[in-house]
C-alpha cells in the first residue's frame, strides 16, 4: 500500500490551497482517513479526521477554516485549506487506516508536503 501527498506550495496569508492524497496497492477498505501536520522544530499533531461514514474531527487551530473529505471510489482524502496563516506553515502527512488481504486496521502514511504561508 503507497499513500501519495499532492498540493503543497507557497501561499500568501489569507490565500487557499487544496492537499490531495491517493492510496494504491492491494486494498480492500479502508477506514479513517486523515491529516496530521508538523512544523519546523514541533512534534507532528492531528490536524483533522474523518471516518468511512463522513463523521468529521478538527483540531481548535483549524476549525472552520480547514474542510476534510473523502473520495472512496478514488481511495483518496482531500484537505481544503482556507483562510491560511503563517502559523499554519508545515509538512502535511495524511494517514489513512487500512484493511488488506493480509491485515486489518493499518496506519498508512503519505511521505508529507509541504505548505509555507508566507508573503
Known amino acids: 500500500v503507497q499513500l501519495q501527498a499532492f498540493g503543497g506550495g507557497l501561499v500568501q496569508p489569507g490565500g487557499s490551497l487544496r492537499l490531495s492524497c491517493a492510496a494504491s496497492?492491494?486494498?480492500?477498505?479502508?477506514?479513517?482517513m486523515g491529516w496530521y501536520r508538523q512544523a519546523a522544530g514541533k512534534e507532528r499533531e492531528l490536524v483533522t479526521t474523518?471516518?468511512?461514514?463522513?463523521?468529521?474531527n478538527y483540531a481548535d487551530s483549524v476549525s472552520g477554516r480547514f474542510t476534510i473529505s473523502r473520495d472512496n471510489a478514488k481511495k483518496t482524502v482531500y484537505l481544503q485549506m482556507n483562510s491560511l496563516k503563517p502559523e499554519d506553515t508545515a509538512v502535511y502527512y495524511c494517514?489513512?487506516?487500512?484493511?488488506?488481504?493480509?491485515?486489518?486496521?493499518?496506519?498508512?502514511w503519505g511521505k508529507g508536503t509541504l505548505v509555507t504561508v508566507s508573503s
Open positions: 474523518i471516518t468511512n461514514g463522513g463523521s468529521t
Open positions: 494517514m489513512m487506516n487500512i484493511d488488506t488481504m493480509t491485515a486489518d486496521g493499518i496506519n498508512y
Open positions: 496497492g492491494s486494498i480492500l477498505s479502508i477506514n479513517a
